[in-house]
């Protein structure tokens, strides 16, 4: 997998998302304020240095999920090579908010991700319809 078939795998499967590329960075997001990405896909060490993502053709694609998927794949966020590829993992700075992340992942390792796209996704929508609904009494 490379970063435009992941991107396109996003735009074409879930509605509504807005992709912006900035900084190296490509930001895939569902509320139009754009305040938070569900996704995320990194090219490069400008955000943090743990993937070693300056390394020609690395990227490491991120992912929010639940507390309770988070929790169900991963004991702790202790104990990983943040450089290795293809390896599903704790995102290395944002573990502790619930997010995964893989470096270069394969066309196998993508087939896992998927559900993981939809779940963030899906948390993602619901965050912002909640925002949108009318507050109670009004």
């Known amino acids: 997998m ?17 992709v912006v590329t900035a900084s190296g960075g490509t930001f895939f997001f569902y509320d139009p304020e754009q305040k938070f ?8 060490d400008e955000y943090d240095q743990y993937s070693n993502l300056n390394r020609p053709g690395v990227f490491r694609l991120n992912v929010g999920v639940s507390k309770q998927t988070f929790r169900s794949l991963f004991g702790s966020s202790e104990g990983y090579d943040f450089t290795a590829l293809d390896r599903l993992m704790p995102h290395p700075e944002y573990g502790k908010m619930y997010w995964v992340c893989v470096v270069n992942p394969s066309a196998a390792t993508f087939e896992t991700v998927k559900p993981l796209l939809a779940e963030a996704y899906d948390m993602a929508v619901k965050k912002q319809a909640k925002r949108e609904a009318p507050a109670d009494g009004l």
């Open 37 to 44: 990405p569900f996704a995320t896909l990194s090219i490069n």
């Open 2 to 18: 490379n970063e435009s078939a992941i991107t396109k795998h996003i735009t074409d499967t879930f509605a509504g998302v807005d």
